[in-house]
């Protein structure tokens, strides 16, 4: 049986709502590196979502992956054939569709990596030079040389902390708790549909958006939201339905 090895962190189906043919315009951030590449080579990384050791194969998280954006899939295109407001049963894999791409990108990975480093700089900062050994000890259970603690010490207390990969098992266990706390949120909100006559959308890793509201903001359980925001195609998005906008044509809440 193969094994994909590409894993895509934006879906196929939705890059091409953004795509012309089978090809999409790029720009890769920071910078300013403007190409065009296929739909199936954006929005990917070679074994992102690699869970070695797995009784269903080192791509199965991957698959699983497939499978909710399958089901997404038939409402975006539900959307698109002009069907709104969503079936109780179409908005609520909407919601956990937008749940999901909120924290299973490479900018969430990048942050889980960035918190770790900055509480590693801490503890090692606290405990001092003479405790880095048993600082590796206690949280990487190995045992290193007096050069190779200098070297640790020297990363930690840089201003970044030391490098810190993080594996993609902990971000799939992170990801799965993320988007069930972020799911009955996003999905208790009242939405609506609106439609960009003078100007497309560009979509990015992370397409679900946040706004500020300057004349509300939602509280919920967990503290204070900004409001929420998810392309559907180049021309539509769903959001918030309070949100005032310009230039766009409501299609009703829900």
Known sequence: ??????HHTLPQFYLRNFAEGDQVATIRLPGEHRFTQSVRRAGSETNFYKVDGHEDGP?????????????ASSVFASILRG??????????TLAGFIALQAVRGPDQRRNMAHVAAQVARLEIGYGGREKVKDWVQRKRGATISDEQAEVVWEQATQPDGPPIRMAPIAHIQQMVKAADALLPYIAGRPWSLVRFDKRSLITCDTPRGTRSSSRRRA?????????????VSAHSQVRDSDERSHGVRGQGSC
Request: charged share 30%.
């Open 83 to 92: 069907t709104w407001p969503l079936s109780p049963e179409h908005r609520l």
């Open 219 to 231: 509280v919920g359980r967990r503290g204070i939201h900004d409001r929420v925001g998810h392309h």
């Open 59 to 71: 791509d199965a998280f991957e698959k699983v992956l497939s499978t909710i954006e399958g089901d």
């Open 1 to 6: 049986m193969s094994v994909a090895k590409r």
